[in-house]
């Protein structure tokens, strides 16, 4: 068995550490006799389980006591109809940032339920920057805030929190959660899918503030209802018990791995290198303003698009997988997640150096 290095940006590569933990658990968890996915959700092996998962999440995030954690499911892609369904009861106004794709879709989700103040839209640099707070048009009398702070798909994020006052922000934060630390005080709702940086696919992670919990929309589903899960613990269905697990085994190589100051400090050594080869050549670019470059999503072009097909066959050759870009933006993209050690990208610039060397 070899592992190859997987630049995919979700379902993403998971730390080796917890996937054999996994692999040696998976028959048997701590003497139970049965795997994990067998268990009851409601029995005492998995409540400790999730229990500790959640209160791993909180020591890493510093998550404040005001807040619950949810572990819910249906992806990033159905909080963006529960933020609206649970924070427009009272006022119908909320303000959105267009930055890329996903905040996008996010307001198209939203204006089926609330009236969408676009307080910036940066399509037309082709997503390559992110607003100044200085440059928003907030409305100041929303019911919320809600931004994208890395842009999955063009690899541009935000380097500041937005300040909103006293409306709440709200934040996809799917592919950066975890990353470093974020303050989670100043936000409303921090939400995120699992499957890029926190575990596998089919868990979705909402941190909520208690005072946006229980205003509901009338005929809001019981299942999109904050209240509902905050009440019952994450538990009033069967949750993803695997993927839960499996997330708080990541927490735990994180707290292994000194915590998200030292992800931080390694993940900006991952960016920083990849983004000075890409620079350092003629023949790789990326459109993105230096200022506002994702940590995370690193989408780079060649200097002749005829070579893509050329580039990833002979990265795929040399183990270094999933880098084709997402299909709306094209060239390639390598996410650099958490999971991706620094000898990874190493092995991608070595490769990207001796690729344009044949070929440039
Ligand atoms: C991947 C992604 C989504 C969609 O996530 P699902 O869990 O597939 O619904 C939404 N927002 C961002 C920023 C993403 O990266």
């Known amino acids: 068995m070899s592992r190859v290095f997987n630049f995919s940006a979700g379902p993403a590569a998971l730390p080796e550490a917890v996937l054999k933990r996994a692999g040696e658990e998976l028959l048997d968890w701590h003497g139970a006799g049965m795997s994990v996915m067998e268990m009851s959700h409601r029995g005492k092996e998995f409540m400790s ?74 399509s037309d640099s082709k997503f390559t920057i992110a607003p100044g707070q200085d440059e928003l048009k907030l409305s100041g009398d929303a019911a919320y805030v809600h931004y994208t702070p ?22 996809d934060f799917s592919s950066t959660i975890l990353s470093r630390p974020i303050d989670v005080s100043k936000y409303g709702i921090i939400y995120a899918g699992a499957q890029k940086n926190i575990g596998p696919a089919g868990l979705t992670i909402v941190i909520v503030r208690d005072d946006l919990i229980g205003n509901a929309s009338d005929g809001t589903p019981t299942m999109f209802n904050y209240a509902t899960h905050a009440k019952s613990g994450s538990m009033y269905n069967t949750p993803p018990t695997y ?80 880098l084709k870009g997402h ?34």
């Open 150 to 171: 890395n842009e999955t798909i063009h690899g541009v994020e935000f380097p500041y929190v937005l300040e909103t006052g006293d409306v709440p922000l709200v934040a």
């Open 49 to 122: 389980i999730a229990a500790q998962a959640e209160a791993d999440l909180r020591e890493l995030l510093a998550v404040p006591d005001n807040y619950k954690v949810l572990f819910l499911q249906g992806g990033a892609s159905s909080q963006f109809g529960m933020v609206p369904m649970n924070l427009t009861r009272d006022n119908k106004k909320v303000d959105y940032l267009i930055t890329g794709s996903w905040s996008k879709k996010a307001v198209a989700e939203a204006k089926r339920y609330a009236e969408v103040n676009l307080a910036a839209d940066t």
């Open 243 to 322: 993927s839960w697990y499996l997330a708080g085994l990541v927490f735990k190589w994180l707290k292994e791995k000194g915590g998200l100051s030292a992800m931080a400090e390694i993940n900006q050594r991952k960016a920083q290198a990849l983004y000075a080869a890409i620079d350092g050549s003629d023949f790789y670019a990326n459109p993105v303003d230096p200022s506002c470059r994702s940590w995370m999503n690193v989408p780079f072009t060649l200097a002749d698009a005829e070579l893509d097909t050329k580039f990833l066959e002979g990265a795929s050759a040399a183990g270094l997988k999933t």
């Open 327 to 360: 299909r709306s933006v094209g060239g390639m993209r390598a996410s650099i997640y958490n999971a991706m050690s620094e000898e990874g990208v190493q092995a991608l610039i070595d490769y990207m150096a001796e690729f344009e060397r044949v070929n440039g």
